[in-house]
């Protein structure tokens, strides 16, 4: 489903939604025991892109905290 979620983002230009669902997409491949609680945090994140959408305002995911606790959960994983 995350897969459905990074394509429809592109498509749509929520490319923040794509970067999200990207990180949770590996994440499931990886078969990584935080797995449960990213879902938490991107469902969060979601929440917030939208919100930050509807008001016509640009998000830099790079200075949220849920996306960089998901990208921590992404390296961590990668390295071990």
């Given amino acids: 489903e995350f897969h459905k979620i990074k394509g429809t983002g592109s498509t749509y230009g929520v490319y ?3 970067e999200v669902a990207e ?3 590996d994440l499931c491949a990886q078969n990584s ?3 449960g609680l990213s879902i938490m945090i ?3 994140a979601f929440r917030h892109i939208c919100y930050q959408h ?3 305002e640009g ?3 790079e200075q949220q905290k849920f996306f960089r606790v998901l990208k921590h959960f992404q390296k961590e994983r990668k390295s071990a």
Wanted: charged share 40%.
């Fill in 23 to 25: 990180i949770l997409e």
């Fill in 16 to 18: 923040e939604a794509t």
């Fill in 59 to 61: 998000l830099d995911l």
């Fill in 33 to 35: 025991p935080r797995l």
């Fill in 54 to 56: 509807r008001r016509n």
């Fill in 42 to 44: 991107a469902i969060e």
